[in-house]
């Protein structure tokens, strides 16, 4: 099957090494990560902001760069979500719309391909290590991706992980909404971060840099040691020093 990575804005301009650590796990399984060269944003900031029209442009883009792959794979819930918006760009384009359809079909966040696709929950991994978990909203919300990174979890070995208090709820970054309604954006991720710091966990562990982001930048301005990590890179990580 030919499968290509959707690296997402975030992780290819300031966190390389998920998608490095998504390409080293998958590699170990046969799976060779194609990477269109003509990828770009998916256009979530404009389509929440209003802006559609430009919102459109950015998705016939990502459309024709996926077109020929079987699979496509992300390190965002947020980023594949906004694929999942795409025929509503395109209800009154036919053919554009039957092109959104597909991808959405083909479309899927790191830990529902390696869970649904490739059926494997078991990577071999180590990782000695006190962990929460942050189920971000439009991974879990959206596409419905709740147990794929639990079970994962679940197999590594030595991980102990701790509830999140409030997981659910959000971390305030919400794109747009950081920058039109940073007041309110600001005292929700200070009570996220609260909230890990209760866990007295050393890693805070998620599945959407955006959010990781926004949580570590609380943390890291309060002085507070608690790793940031997206899944992909604590399962390399785990899997690298077994």
């Known amino acids: 099957m030919k499968v290509s990575l959707f690296i997402t804005c975030l992780s290819d301009a300031i966190y390389p090494n998920v ?8 590699a170990e399984y046969g799976v060779q990560l194609d990477f269109p060269q003509v990828q770009t944003c ?95 909203c439009h991974g879990s919300r959206l596409l419905g991706v709740k147990d794929e990174p639990l079970a994962l979890m679940e197999n590594v070995r030595g991980l102990e992980l701790v509830p999140l208090p409030f997981a659910e709820d959000c971390c305030g970054f919400g794109g747009t909404f950081a920058v039109k309604m940073s007041h309110i954006s600001g005292a929700m991720v200070t009570e996220k971060a609260d909230h890990v710091l209760e866990t007295e966990a050393e890693v805070l562990v998620g599945l959407d840099m955006a959010c990781l982001m926004n949580i570590g930048g609380n943390l890291r301005y309060r002085n507070k040691p608690v790793r940031i990590m997206h899944l992909a890179e604590l ?8």
């Not at 496509?72 to 719309?97: N, R």
Request: charged share 20%.
């Open 42 to 136: 998916c256009g979530q900031p404009a389509f929440n902001s209003g802006y559609w029209d430009d919102a459109r442009k950015t998705a016939t883009t990502i459309i024709k760069a996926f077109e020929d792959c079987d699979f496509v794979i992300s390190p965002s819930g947020s980023c594949t979500g906004m694929i999942h918006h795409y025929p509503k760009l395109f209800e009154h384009d036919a053919q554009m719309l039957e092109k959104a359809k597909q991808l959405q079909r083909k479309s899927y966040e790191f830990t529902q391909f390696i869970v649904q696709v490739l059926g494997i929950t078991d990577l071999g991994a180590s990782f000695p290590h006190k962990v929460t978990y942050h189920p971000s």
């Open 235 to 242: 399962l390399y990580e785990g899997v690298k020093n077994t």
């Open 19 to 26: 998608g490095e650590a998504m390409v080293r796990l998958l």
